[in-house]
């Protein structure tokens, strides 16, 4: 095959048909994922959907051009296997109407028959041969029948992708000079080129230029002006925030509310929702789907894309290298789980990943005598753990056993979704105090502190928590602690609130913390563990009432961070200069020779060491410069308790001994957890966890008044992420409390702020410094009880909202998967985003 050749069949349609000519569409039925529509689902029983359209997605190099017509006769194939999807769906029995485990209580044979037959026709629509056909058969030449009106386009995209993809094809090239014995091979190179919407492009940007930006003119955005994104102080170049490419066979879907884990440089996507048409102009008809959904949904779940009928279940697991851009979809084995929403996933070894939580959604279709589908949506709890062994894909189950504690002999481990969770490590280097190798120290003796409870807001307490609690004593069996070593490399798992279904269609927010610990049987080479079939869960209860505990929630922004990286080297300095001395007993005998030639290099005399300043063991300490008064100590709520364990540690002046168990350790790890929602009364308030010490501490936020002082402040966001980059605390996405009574209550932003006012958190990336929680790139104006940012609300209009996605911090990036978004002061609809969006912030705070 010639490279002009290549070149002239392969036509690429980069833009994205805005019209959205769909056929068989009601004119008076909406539009797509319209806020009116999320409304109407709550209100009414039954409702009607649209196909909710994209803001930004992939399209295939190989792509050959689809005129019209072949565009109505994929939306036509769509409407019909979407037909053929729901048809597979039956009756759901009386006897499943419970809210157990769906491994335990739903696992029937005609739950497995009904998923199998559903996922032969998901499969259909996950097919993206027509996409890549022309590329990979060098024989084949495509048919396209053009209008006149369509040549002079077609010419255009045709030069546009000439010299846009030029450099993929030489590297293509250089692929089929290789004598390959599959010809298969070669999809996997197929480049996925990132479209926006142009209704997208450079709407939201907080600074809006008059003059062109080098952006305008670009069709496949590969960067995008960063401003839309952040503040422009942190945008420090124009690039910041990109879209990338994708070398893949297939074509990653638009998910949402799906679960998405980074294990050494790979990203495991797994669940959610997908969309069932790949673009806007190949979305089917949905006038002949009534749809009863699943009512009373907490933010940031919203009906009219939990319930929408174009959004079917994903029972795929999808891989992408982190590295090299390249997206896989492994066949999976074992126990395979059920295509779960809210699901979390955590880190169990370097080879595995243990996911729990999420429920899934059951479909009953009854077609009616005028060909109307009418579907029944209800959720399913799963309250069932599953492994994956990332070298096989093999699934694994585990049941979960809630350990008793104090008077509870049988106590409950509810079904939730919507929950923290995350991974400790269990090695025994990784805390103080800790004799037995497992992370928690379950027969701790601390000493009571002296000043009591101390005050939440300045930072941790230094009260201890509980003293041979029974829920603990209980967890720590014998045959526990002789595990220990067996269970080296294996990480216990922390899981906090979230929501538990209470009725058929009514959720309770939850505050308890649990600790899963899941037991190794067998131990091989290369990572390799075999776990037991059960875990036991043991709860972590408060010490006492009065020590402060989150309030019930779900859905918050949670990260683990080390917050002794910085607040530890004063530490380090003191403790040097307390205990460093030199031994003169060590020392030679010095050498009475002198060398012949002292110009030489080597023959230089070296310094007198009987006139080095040394230190023997009783010269006591010196004196060493005060750290305790420095700011960070008065703003870091670590710092203090860090500089105080210190001295508490410091003895007479002796030589350094090597870290032992007993000493401090200086990799402090703590859960840094925000926000949430109990049901729609949206959370303002942030925690910090401390691993070690398992104690709660509530963390005031701060913002840079006007009046050249920082007063506190409250953030309220659910659905949002965290992570944390060079000292800061970033927050993604995420629903403001405004959103809320929009979305949910119907309230108009209009009727609450007089006068209008701009609500902190507004922008889609908000930035805290961890040493000051206080927030970056912003000033407030207000008090303490209705403070709001400063910026002009005429240039704002266009911020938007997302929620539904998942966020990977990898290698300084951070990767956003998925989601829905929106744009906040607009009554414009929910559009989905297909392709992956990567920001680059810098490594350290900036001096703003």
Same mark, same amino acid.
């Given at each position: 095959?010639?490279?002009?050749?290549l070149?002239?069949h392969?036509p690429?349609?980069?833009?994205i048909d805005e019209?959205s000519?769909?056929?068989?569409?009601?004119p008076?039925?909406?539009?797509?994922g319209?806020?009116?529509?999320?409304?109407q689902s709550?209100?009414?029983n039954?409702?009607i959907?649209?196909?909710?359209?994209?803001?930004?997605?992939y399209?295939s190099?190989?792509?050959?051009?689809?005129?019209?017509?072949?565009? /109505?006769?994929?939306?036509?194939?769509?409407e019909?296997?979407l037909k053929?999807?729901?048809?597979?769906?039956?009756?759901?029995?009386?006897?499943?109407?419970?809210?157990?485990?769906?491994?335990?209580?739903s696992?029937t044979?005609?739950?497995?028959?009904?998923?199998?037959r559903s996922?032969?026709?998901?499969n259909?629509?996950?097919?993206?041969?027509r996409?890549?056909?022309?590329l990979?058969?060098p024989?084949a030449?495509?048919?396209?029948?053009?209008?006149?009106e369509?040549e002079g386009e077609?010419?255009?995209r045709?030069?546009?992708?000439t010299h $846009?993809?030029?450099?993929?094809?030489?590297h293509?090239?250089?692929?089929l000079?290789?004598?390959?014995r599959?010809?298969? %091979?070669?999809?996997?190179?197929?480049?996925?080129i990132?479209?926006i919407?142009?209704?997208?492009?450079?709407?939201?940007?907080?600074?809006?230029?008059? &003059?062109?930006?080098?952006?305008d003119?670009?069709?496949?955005p590969?960067?995008?002006?960063?401003?839309?994104?952040?503040t422009?102080?942190?945008d420090?170049?124009?690039?910041?925030?990109?879209?990338p490419?994708?070398f893949? &066979?297939?074509?990653?879907?638009?998910?949402?509310?799906?679960?998405a884990?980074?294990?050494?440089?790979?990203?495991?996507?797994?669940?959610?929702?997908?969309?069932?048409?790949?673009?806007?102009d190949?979305? +089917?008809?949905?006038?002949?789907?009534?749809?009863?959904g699943? /009512?009373?949904?907490p933010?940031?779940l919203?009906?009219?894309?939990?319930?929408?009928?174009?959004?079917?279940?994903?029972?795929?697991?999808?891989?992408m290298?982190?590295?090299s851009?390249?997206?896989?979809? =492994?066949?999976v084995?074992?126990?395979?789980?059920?295509?779960?929403?809210?699901m979390?996933?955590?880190?169990?070894?370097? !080879?595995?990943?243990?996911?729990?939580?999420g429920?899934e959604?059951?479909?009953?279709?009854?077609?009616?005598?005028?060909?109307?589908f009418?579907?029944?949506?209800?959720a399913?709890m799963n309250? *069932?753990g599953?492994?994956?062994?990332t070298?096989?894909?093999?699934?694994?189950?585990?049941?979960?056993?809630?350990?008793?504690y104090k008077?509870?002999?049988?106590?409950?481990?509810? $079904?939730?979704?919507?929950h923290?969770?995350?991974?400790?490590?269990?090695?025994?280097?990784?805390?103080h105090?800790?004799?037995?190798?497992? #992370?928690?120290n379950?027969?701790?003796?601390?000493?009571?502190?002296?000043?009591?409870d101390?005050s @939440? $807001?300045?930072?941790f &307490?230094?009260?201890s928590?509980?003293?041979?609690? =029974?829920? %603990?004593?209980?967890?720590?069996? +014998?045959?526990?602690?002789?595990? $220990?070593?067996?269970?080296?490399?294996?990480?216990?798992?922390?899981?906090?609130?979230g929501?538990k279904?209470?009725?058929?269609?009514?959720?309770?927010?939850?505050?308890?913390?649990?600790?899963i610990?899941?037991?190794?049987?067998?131990?091989?080479?290369r990572?390799?563990?075999?776990f037991?079939?059960?875990?036991?869960?043991?709860i972590?209860?408060?010490?006492? =009432?009065?020590?402060?505990w989150?309030?019930? !929630?779900?859905?918050p922004a949670?990260c683990v961070?080390? %917050?002794?990286?910085?607040?530890?080297?004063p530490?380090?300095l003191?403790?040097?200069?307390?205990?460093?001395f030199?031994? /003169?007993?060590?020392f030679?005998a010095?050498?009475?020779?002198?060398?012949?030639?002292?110009s030489? +290099?080597h023959?230089r005399?070296?310094?007198?060491?009987?006139?080095?300043?040394?230190r023997?063991?009783?010269?006591?300490?010196?004196?060493?410069?005060?750290?305790?008064?420095?700011?960070?100590a008065?703003?870091?709520p670590?710092l203090?308790?860090?500089?105080?364990?210190?001295?508490?540690?410091?003895a007479? *002046?002796?030589p350094?001994?090597? !870290?032992?168990k007993?000493?401090?350790n200086?990799?402090?790890?703590v859960?840094i957890?925000?926000?949430?929602s109990?049901?729609?009364?949206?959370?303002?308030?942030?925690w910090? #966890?401390?691993?070690?010490?398992?104690?709660?501490?509530?963390?005031t936020?701060?913002?840079?008044?006007?009046?050249?002082?920082?007063?506190p402040?409250?953030?309220?966001?659910?659905g949002?992420?965290l992570v944390?980059v060079?000292g800061?605390a970033v927050?993604?996405?995420?629903l403001?409390?405004?959103?809320?009574?929009?979305? #949910?209550?119907?309230v108009d932003?209009?009727?609450?702020?007089? @006068? +209008?006012?701009?609500a902190?958190g507004?922008?889609?990336?908000?930035?805290?410094d961890?040493? *000051?929680?206080?927030?970056?790139?912003?000033?407030?104006i207000?008090? &303490?009880t209705n403070a709001?940012?400063?910026d002009?609300?005429?240039?704002r209009?266009?911020?938007?909202?997302s929620?539904?996605?998942?966020?990977?911090?990898?290698?300084?990036?951070?990767?956003?998967f998925?989601?829905?978004?929106?744009?906040?002061?607009?009554?414009?609809?929910?559009?989905?985003?297909?392709?992956?969006?990567?920001?680059?912030?810098?490594?350290?705070k900036?001096?703003?």
């Amino acid at each position: 095959m010639g490279k002009m050749e290549l070149h002239a069949h392969t036509p690429v349609n980069f833009t994205i048909d805005e019209d959205s000519h769909r056929t068989g569409v009601a004119p008076n039925e909406g539009m797509p994922g319209k806020y009116i529509s999320q409304r109407q689902s709550e209100i009414g029983n039954n409702s009607i959907f649209t196909p909710l359209s994209y803001m930004s997605n992939y399209i295939s190099v190989s792509s050959p051009l689809f005129t019209k017509d072949l565009k /109505k006769r994929i939306r036509i194939e769509n409407e019909d296997l979407l037909k053929r999807y729901y048809s597979s769906k039956k009756s759901i029995s009386h006897a499943m109407y419970r809210h157990g485990s769906i491994a335990s209580d739903s696992e029937t044979s005609n739950v497995l028959n009904e998923r199998s037959r559903s996922y032969v026709w998901m499969n259909k629509f996950l097919d993206d041969s027509r996409y890549l056909a022309t590329l990979f058969e060098p024989d084949a030449t495509p048919e396209v029948h053009l209008s006149s009106e369509e040549e002079g386009e077609w010419e255009k995209r045709q030069a546009l992708r000439t010299h $846009a993809a030029s450099p993929y094809f030489k590297h293509f090239q250089r692929l089929l000079a290789v004598d390959l014995r599959e010809p298969d %091979v070669l999809k996997k190179h197929n480049l996925w080129i990132p479209m926006i919407k142009r209704g997208w492009r450079n709407t939201f940007s907080i600074d809006q230029e008059e &003059e062109d930006s080098l952006y305008d003119g670009k069709v496949s955005p590969l960067f995008i002006d960063g401003n839309e994104y952040m503040t422009k102080d942190y945008d420090l170049y124009k690039g910041s925030t990109s879209i990338p490419s994708i070398f893949s &066979e297939y074509r990653l879907p638009a998910l949402v509310h799906h679960c998405a884990v980074e294990l050494n440089g790979k990203v495991y996507i797994l669940g959610g929702l997908m969309a069932c048409h790949k673009h806007d102009d190949e979305a +089917p008809s949905l006038r002949d789907f009534v749809v009863d959904g699943i /009512k009373n949904l907490p933010p940031p779940l919203l009906s009219s894309v939990v319930n929408n009928p174009c959004m079917i279940n994903n029972g795929r697991l999808y891989v992408m290298s982190a590295y090299s851009n390249s997206l896989r979809r =492994p066949e999976v084995s074992g126990q395979i789980p059920p295509p779960l929403l809210c699901m979390k996933g955590s880190k169990l070894t370097e !080879r595995h990943i243990f996911f729990y939580g999420g429920f899934e959604i059951r479909t009953e279709t009854n077609i009616g005598e005028n060909g109307v589908f009418h579907l029944r949506k209800r959720a399913y709890m799963n309250n *069932t753990g599953y492994i994956l062994d990332t070298m096989t894909f093999n699934f694994t189950r585990v049941e979960l056993t809630a350990v008793p504690y104090k008077l509870v002999s049988y106590p409950t481990l509810a $079904a939730r979704f919507g929950h923290v969770q995350l991974s400790i490590s269990n090695n025994g280097n990784n805390t103080h105090n800790n004799s037995n190798g497992s #992370y928690f120290n379950h027969q701790r003796h601390h000493e009571n502190d002296e000043n009591g409870d101390g005050s @939440p $807001a300045s930072g941790f &307490e230094s009260t201890s928590s509980e003293a041979n609690s =029974p829920a %603990v004593s209980v967890g720590s069996t +014998p045959a526990r602690l002789n595990n $220990a070593l067996h269970n080296s490399g294996v990480h216990s798992i922390l899981i906090f609130g979230g929501y538990k279904q209470t009725g058929d269609d009514d959720y309770e927010a939850l505050n308890d913390l649990w600790k899963i610990d899941v037991p190794v049987l067998v131990k091989g080479k290369r990572g390799y563990y075999k776990f037991g079939s059960t875990a036991n869960a043991t709860i972590l209860p408060r010490s006492s =009432p009065r020590d402060p505990w989150p309030s019930p !929630r779900a859905f918050p922004a949670d990260c683990v961070t080390n %917050v002794r990286d910085n607040a530890t080297k004063p530490d380090l300095l003191e403790r040097l200069q307390e205990n460093f001395f030199i031994d /003169k007993s060590t020392f030679p005998a010095q050498d009475k020779s002198r060398p012949l030639f002292k110009s030489l +290099p080597h023959a230089r005399s070296e310094p007198d060491r009987s006139k080095i300043l040394t230190r023997t063991k009783e010269s006591g300490t010196s004196s060493t410069s005060s750290t305790t008064g420095s700011t960070n100590a008065s703003t870091n709520p670590l710092l203090k308790q860090c500089l105080t364990s210190s001295s508490s540690h410091s003895a007479p *002046t002796k030589p350094l001994q090597p !870290r032992s168990k007993t000493q401090p350790n200086f990799e402090h790890k703590v859960l840094i957890m925000h926000g949430g929602s109990n049901k729609t009364d949206v959370c303002r308030d942030m925690w910090w #966890y401390d691993i070690e010490t398992e104690t709660w501490s509530q963390i005031t936020t701060h913002g840079k008044h006007e009046a050249s002082k920082m007063i506190p402040i409250g953030v309220g966001l659910v659905g949002h992420s965290l992570v944390c980059v060079g000292g800061m605390a970033v927050f993604v996405g995420g629903l403001l409390q405004e959103d809320v009574d929009f979305l #949910y209550h119907g309230v108009d932003y209009e009727d609450m702020r007089i @006068p +209008p006012q701009l609500a902190i958190g507004s922008d889609f990336i908000n930035l805290f410094d961890l040493a *000051t929680q206080c927030l970056l790139g912003h000033t407030v104006i207000g008090d &303490e009880t209705n403070a709001y940012l400063r910026d002009d609300l005429e240039a704002r209009l266009g911020v938007i909202l997302s929620c539904g996605f998942t966020v990977i911090q990898f290698n300084g990036d951070i990767l956003l998967f998925g989601g829905v978004v929106s744009r906040r002061f607009e009554t414009s609809g929910l559009n989905l985003r297909g392709a992956v969006l990567k920001c680059v912030l810098p490594s350290m705070k900036l001096a703003i």
